[in-house]
């Protein structure tokens, strides 16, 4: 079925591992997001892209990476983990602009020890 | 650059009963603007948007929004809840030219009582 699709839905981890989070899109949207979902904090924004090979910061950048090779793909990597990134994460897309509706995947919870 | 103020982080309401979830916005432009519905342990999904002409917007599951402009308000409203409407709402704007993206107000959890 075409959508987005997150992977892993739940991943463990130590600090100061590396983790990388998957993000895949079936649509070739030309947007694709990484949000955060921390209690009180609602939805804030880590990276986005508008196209392959273009990437911007969003609100919450420190500490995470990005790369999109690809139109469907769009990996968050945290470098170093820290217990401050335990959270949940969510990746979207959007067709032709960043102002149109997102579209989101079902999460990530990421627990880091 | 826009911002969200989603005025109350919860709202317990009884079945059948009507409720409101209420959105500010701050922007000195022209704005899009959203509503989300995220249910437990699943992403956000769109239940309506206001991108022009009429201000009250029809979306899923019988909810609908007006768009108020002189008062920078995009409430949300039911006229009769059900338990399956438990669920944490969002409110998102975003400006005209597609410069930034979404913002989203901090959520407002609905909990309908039985």
């Known amino acids: 079925d075409a959508g987005i699709t997150q992977s892993p839905r739940y991943k463990i981890t130590e600090t100061g591992r590396q983790v990388t989070l998957m993000c895949h899109q079936t649509?070739?949207?030309?947007?694709m997001f990484w949000y955060r979902q921390d209690l009180g904090h609602g939805l804030r924004l880590i990276y986005y892209s508008a196209a392959a090979d273009i990437t911007d910061k969003g609100e919450v950048p420190d500490g995470y990476v990005v790369s999109r090779s690809k139109t469907e793909n769009f990996p968050l990597t945290l470098e170093s983990a820290t217990r401050s990134q335990t959270s949940v994460y969510f990746c979207?897309?959007?067709?032709?602009?960043?102002?149109?509706?997102?579209?989101f995947g079902d999460g990530t919870r990421l627990s880091i020890l | 650059a826009q911002s969200v103020t989603q005025l109350d982080s919860q709202v317990p309401v009884f079945e059948e009963a009507p409720v409101e979830l209420r959105c500010n916005y701050s922007?000195?432009?022209?704005?899009?603007l959203f509503w989300y519905v995220q249910y437990p342990n699943q992403g956000l999904q769109l239940l309506l948007k206001y991108l022009s002409g009429s201000t009250l917007v029809k979306g899923i599951n019988g909810f609908e929004a007006e768009f108020n402009k002189s008062q920078t308000s995009f409430h949300l409203r039911k006229p009769s809840v059900h338990i399956s409407d438990t669920a944490e709402y969002f409110c998102a704007v975003s400006d005209l030219a597609g410069n930034t993206p979404l913002v989203f107000g901090k959520g407002t959890r609905l909990s309908v009582i039985a």
């Open positions: 979207a897309s959007s067709d032709r602009s960043s102002n149109q509706p997102q579209h």
């Open positions: 649509w070739s949207h030309s947007y």
């Open positions: 922007s000195s432009v022209s704005v899009y």
